[in-house]
């Protein structure tokens, strides 16, 4: 099993940056991929950005493209979301996962959270305007 921990969220103001970390545990040579999704209040999670971890490619939503890079640092299990110009409606809590499938270990990046098969427990991220 993996287990998988968000850190870094907080209060931010429009315009400035945070960075989340995931933090992996348990069977990390498993993961074949590393999503980000966020979920506001009312509504569905929706997807924010993956880095498939052996080929290092990379997916992003349209909403964050330019704005939120993903990395990962292999020697630490960790993987990042560098939140730049953070907008009020980046308000969220922000979710870690991992995908654990032969579809990614070829290189697919999934932006379904149904092809993510741990997650963690979310990192509240509050932008103001």
């Known amino acids: 099993q993996v287990q998988l921990v968000e850190s870094g969220g907080g209060l931010a103001q429009a315009g400035d940056s945070l960075r989340l970390s995931c933090a992996a545990s348990?069977?990390?040579?498993?993961?074949?991929?590393t999503g980000w999704f966020r979920q506001a209040p009312g509504k569905e999670r929706e997807f924010v950005a993956v880095i498939n971890w052996s080929t290092g490619n990379t997916d992003y939503a349209d909403s964050v493209k330019g704005r939120f890079t993903i990395s990962r640092d292999n020697a630490k299990n960790t993987v990042y979301l560098q939140m730049n110009s953070l907008k009020p409606e980046d308000t969220a809590v922000y979710y870690c996962?991992?995908?654990?499938?032969?579809?990614?270990?070829?290189?697919?990046?999934?932006?379904?959270?149904?092809?993510?098969?741990?997650w963690g427990q979310g990192t509240q991220v509050t932008v103001s305007s």
């Open positions: 348990g069977r990390t040579y498993t993961i074949d991929a």
């Open positions: 996962a991992a995908e654990m499938s032969w579809s990614a270990r070829i290189g697919r990046l999934s932006r379904t959270t149904n092809d993510y098969d741990s």
